[in-house]
C-alpha cells in the first residue's frame, strides 16, 4: 500500500451558496493539509485531491456526512506522493467548464445517457452498432482512447456543441460517451439526447473506473490527468503506446506543456527532443521572453495562492 492517494469525484447536485460553501470547504481543507484542485458552483462538486491515507479517509467522510453529496463516488489512486502542489478552491458558473450554446442548459439529473457498468462496456466494445464518442479534448484523447472510438478535434469540452452536425449521422447508432471520470459525459449524452440521439449511452465513472475494474481491455495508449502526474497508465491486459513525439515522430507517451508560457500548449514530447526543445513546441516559443524554465517535467505549477481571496 502506497503512503498516498489521490482522488477524483463529482457530483451534481444543488448548492445553495457557492460562496459561503466554498469558504468552508477550502477552511476545512486546510485545517486537513490536503493539496488539489476544486470546484464548486451552484450545480454542484468538482475535485482532484490528494493527501495521506488518513487524510484522504477524513475527507471522504466529510464530504458524505453532507446529505446533498448521498451517492458522490470517490476513484481512488495510491500514489508514491501527493499529486498537487498546492491547493486550490475556486467558485464558478460550472463545475466543468461548458458553453452558453445549449450545453450549459443540460441537467444530468434530469437528462443523461444510460449508465454502463465497466464490464457492460467491455461487452459493447465490439459491436457493429456501436460507437464510441470520445468528448474530451483533443491532447487528452491523442495520447489515449478506447479502440476505434470516433475523437473530436476540440480544444476544450465548451467546442463540443460544435462537433453536433459532424455527427448527427450517429443518431441510429448506439452511442457510448466517455471522458476521464465521468462529469462531462453526464453533460454531452444529455446534449445529444435534446438533439435527437435515441440511444445515447455513457462510460460509468469514466476511463478510470474502467480500468480499476477490468484492467483496461482495449484502451489504447495513456490517460491525461490534471495533476502533477500528467499521464497514467490505464490498460494491463494488453497496453500499447498509440501518441507520437510534435518534433520528431518517434512513439512516446510523454505529456508536456510548451515552456513558453504564452503558449502552453499540451502535446507529446520525447525526452530527446525535450532536452533539445528545452521543452518547447516550436522555435519560436524557444525565442519567447515568457519561456518558462525546462526541468525535464514540462510540468508547470499556476501562481495563484490558496489563500481564500485567491481561490472563491
Same mark, same amino acid.
Given at each position: 500500500?502506497?503512503?498516498?492517494?489521490?482522488?477524483?469525484?463529482?457530483?451534481?447536485?444543488?448548492?445553495?451558496?457557492?460562496?459561503?460553501? +466554498?469558504?468552508?470547504?477550502?477552511?476545512?481543507?486546510?485545517?486537513?493539509?490536503?493539496?488539489?484542485?476544486?470546484?464548486? +458552483?451552484?450545480?454542484?462538486?468538482?475535485?482532484?485531491?490528494?493527501?495521506?491515507?488518513?487524510?484522504?479517509?477524513?475527507?471522504?467522510?466529510?464530504?458524505?456526512?453532507?446529505?446533498?453529496?448521498? *451517492?458522490?463516488?470517490?476513484?481512488?489512486?495510491?500514489?508514491?506522493?501527493?499529486?498537487?502542489?498546492?491547493?486550490?478552491?475556486?467558485?464558478?458558473?460550472?463545475?466543468?467548464?461548458?458553453?452558453?450554446?445549449?450545453?450549459?442548459?443540460?441537467?444530468?439529473?434530469?437528462?443523461?445517457?444510460?449508465?454502463?457498468?465497466?464490464?457492460?462496456?467491455?461487452?459493447?466494445?465490439?459491436?457493429?452498432?456501436?460507437?464510441?464518442?470520445?468528448?474530451?479534448?483533443?491532447?487528452?484523447?491523442?495520447?489515449?482512447?478506447?479502440?476505434?472510438?470516433?475523437?473530436?478535434?476540440?480544444?476544450?469540452?465548451?467546442?463540443?456543441?460544435?462537433?453536433?452536425?459532424?455527427?448527427?449521422?450517429?443518431?441510429?447508432?448506439?452511442?457510448?460517451?466517455?471522458?476521464?471520470?465521468?462529469?462531462?459525459?453526464?453533460?454531452?449524452?444529455?446534449?445529444?439526447?435534446?438533439?435527437?440521439?435515441?440511444?445515447?449511452?455513457?462510460?460509468?465513472?469514466?476511463?478510470?473506473?474502467? +480500468?480499476?475494474?477490468?484492467?483496461?481491455?482495449?484502451?489504447?495508449?495513456?490517460?491525461?490527468?490534471?495533476?502533477?502526474?500528467?499521464?497514467?497508465?490505464?490498460?494491463?491486459?494488453?497496453?500499447?503506446?498509440?501518441?507520437?513525439?510534435?518534433?520528431?515522430?518517434?512513439?512516446?507517451?510523454?505529456?508536456?506543456?510548451?515552456?513558453?508560457?504564452?503558449?502552453?500548449?499540451?502535446?507529446?514530447?520525447?525526452?530527446?527532443?525535450?532536452?533539445?526543445?528545452?521543452?518547447?513546441?516550436?522555435?519560436?516559443?524557444?525565442?519567447?521572453? +515568457?519561456?518558462?524554465?525546462?526541468?525535464?517535467?514540462?510540468?508547470?505549477?499556476?501562481?495563484?495562492?490558496?489563500?481564500?481571496? *485567491?481561490?472563491?
Amino acid at each position: 500500500m502506497k503512503p498516498y492517494q489521490t482522488l477524483l469525484y463529482y457530483k451534481y447536485t444543488t448548492i445553495a451558496n457557492p460562496e459561503e460553501f +466554498a469558504q468552508h470547504h477550502l477552511d476545512f481543507c486546510e485545517r486537513l493539509g490536503i493539496v488539489g484542485r476544486i470546484i464548486v +458552483a451552484a450545480e454542484g462538486l468538482n475535485g482532484t485531491i490528494s493527501g495521506t491515507v488518513v487524510q484522504c479517509k477524513k475527507y471522504m467522510e466529510h464530504v458524505l456526512s453532507n446529505p446533498i453529496f448521498e *451517492g458522490i463516488e470517490f476513484k481512488i489512486d495510491e500514489v508514491d506522493a501527493p499529486s498537487f502542489e498546492r491547493l486550490y478552491v475556486r467558485v464558478k458558473p460550472e463545475i466543468v467548464h461548458s458553453s452558453l450554446r445549449g450545453i450549459r442548459n443540460v441537467d444530468p439529473n434530469q437528462t443523461t445517457g444510460i449508465h454502463l457498468k465497466p464490464h457492460e462496456v467491455l461487452e459493447m466494445l465490439d459491436k457493429e452498432d456501436v460507437v464510441f464518442l470520445d468528448v474530451r479534448s483533443n491532447y487528452e484523447s491523442n495520447v489515449g482512447h478506447f479502440k476505434n472510438a470516433l475523437k473530436l478535434d476540440i480544444d476544450n469540452f465548451r467546442d463540443f456543441p460544435e462537433q453536433l452536425k459532424g455527427i448527427e449521422h450517429l443518431k441510429d447508432k448506439k452511442v457510448v460517451t466517455y471522458c476521464t471520470g465521468g462529469i462531462k459525459c453526464e453533460k454531452a449524452s444529455g446534449y445529444l439526447l435534446q438533439n435527437g440521439f435515441k440511444n445515447v449511452y455513457q462510460v460509468d465513472g469514466g476511463i478510470v473506473k474502467y +480500468a480499476k475494474e477490468t484492467g483496461g481491455k482495449d484502451f489504447e495508449g495513456k490517460l491525461y490527468v490534471f495533476d502533477n502526474r500528467v499521464v497514467v497508465d490505464v490498460n494491463t491486459v494488453n497496453p500499447n503506446i498509440v501518441s507520437v513525439c510534435k518534433i520528431c515522430g518517434t512513439t512516446s507517451a510523454r505529456m508536456v506543456n510548451c515552456a513558453n508560457a504564452e503558449c502552453n500548449e499540451h502535446f507529446v514530447l520525447c525526452e530527446s527532443c525535450g532536452e533539445k526543445m528545452e521543452g518547447c513546441c516550436s522555435d519560436a516559443c524557444m525565442q519567447s521572453p +515568457a519561456k518558462r524554465v525546462y526541468d525535464g517535467t514540462g510540468y508547470y505549477q499556476r501562481e495563484s495562492s490558496t489563500a481564500a481571496q *485567491g481561490c472563491i
